[in-house]
């Protein structure tokens, strides 16, 4: 492809068929492994290249747990959070242990903060008090609590999406919110298509749809209490998600020349430090917003 966008990401620019049996897939399992630390950076030619991200404590003595964290953006968010300096809590489902592994493995390996793993599907009975309660237990404290977990499939039941990606949001922000104080802060995930729609997930766009609205009801709710509450709304990203929504055929070439900034999709770890700014003290002032990361593909309309 003579055309390609310019760009050190190479699996954005020569995105293959790929396709995951189970979802919410695997990181180890994409075809091109996706980037979750190296941001892309430009020099004085108009050059692009990688460089790791280095926290400077922005986060540092904070505790934050992060639901879907082992793979794609939360996981992303897990490590920069770790970088910059927060104890984090992962909480992913049981089948995505080795992804969770290898989590935990970077975070030891390349910063001092601690890490706990929470394998539960927070759908069942109980699983929302069992997270906080093993948080608590082993952090003592909740500064930041980040809601990323949810799943995408298509034309899937409309009583289970909401399930997973709404229902169990708001039981643990009912949980969480008890630990959090003055100062403290909740992220959600929403998405691009909580704005523009999307014929092929229709409920799963109505989900993140919801979560916008959530997100700024709960903004209000708890701000006279100094807790603030806003979302980001990711575009397209290279993660498990998107090869185990889609098949192989589906995957080749997926968004190249479809998004307007850089012409291509997202890497996780484009994504890392909206949440940080959200979580840490430059975000002190901001509540009730919803933080757009899509390269253009939806602009306006918070």
Known sequence: MSDKPISAYKASVEVPAQNQENLPGLDKNMAIPAEHSRVECWDEDGKPYLKEYVGSEKLKGKKAIITGGDSGIGRAVTIFFAREGADVTVVYLPE?????????????????????????????????????????????ALDILVNNASKQIMTSGIED????????????????????????????????????GSSSFLDYSATKGAIATF??????????????????APGLFYTPLQPASRDAQGMEGWGLGAVPLHGRVGQPAEIGETYVLLAGPGGNYITGTVIHVNGGVHIGGA
Do not use: W
């Not at 969480?176 to 929403?190: D, E, F, M, Y």
């Open 161 to 196: 999406t909401f399930q997973a990606n709404i229902i169990q949001m708001m039981q643990l922000s009912r949980e969480a919110v008890p630990h959090l104080k003055r100062g403290g802060a909740i992220i959600n995930t929403s998405s691009v298509v909580a704005y523009k």
């Open 215 to 232: 997100t700024r009801s709960l903004a209000t709710q708890l701000a006279p209490k100094g807790i603030r509450v806003n979302a980001v």
């Open 96 to 140: 995505e242990e080795e992804d969770a592994k290898s989590l935990e493995s970077e975070i030891t390996s390349n910063s001092s903060s601690k890490i706990l793993l929470i394998p539960v599907d927070l759908t069942a009975n109980g699983a929302t008090k069992k997270v906080i309660s093993s948080h608590m237990e082993k952090f003592g």
